[in-house]
C-alpha cells in the first residue's frame, strides 16, 4: 500500500463485497464505526490492533515486503501485470 487512502480504500471495496455495513464490521472489529469510517475515507489514524481486527473480520491478511519486491509483484518492466499480481485482483475481484 502505497498511503492510507489505497489501504482504505481497499478495506471499504472487501467490506462491501461482503455486504457487510460499516457498522456491522466495526461492531465485529470491536471499533467504533467512526473508526472505520475514517479509515474508509483515508483520514483516520488507526491503530494496528485495530486495523488488524478489522482485517481479520475480512479474512485478509496484512503483509509486509520490501518496496522493490512489491513494485516487481505488481508490474513487469512493461507494465503488464505479473502472474502473482493477476491471481491477487482475481481474488480481490471475487471475494465474497
Known sequence: MHSVQTLGARIRAVRKSQKLSSANLAERSGIHRNTLQALETGKGNIELSKLLSICSELGL????????????????????????????????RNAP
Open 61 to 92: 491478511e496484512l503483509l509486509l515486503v520490501p518496496q522493490e519486491v512489491s513494485a516487481q509483484r505488481a508490474t513487469e518492466g512493461d507494465g503488464a501485470r505479473t502472474e502473482l499480481s493477476e491471481r491477487l485482483h482475481g481474488l480481490m
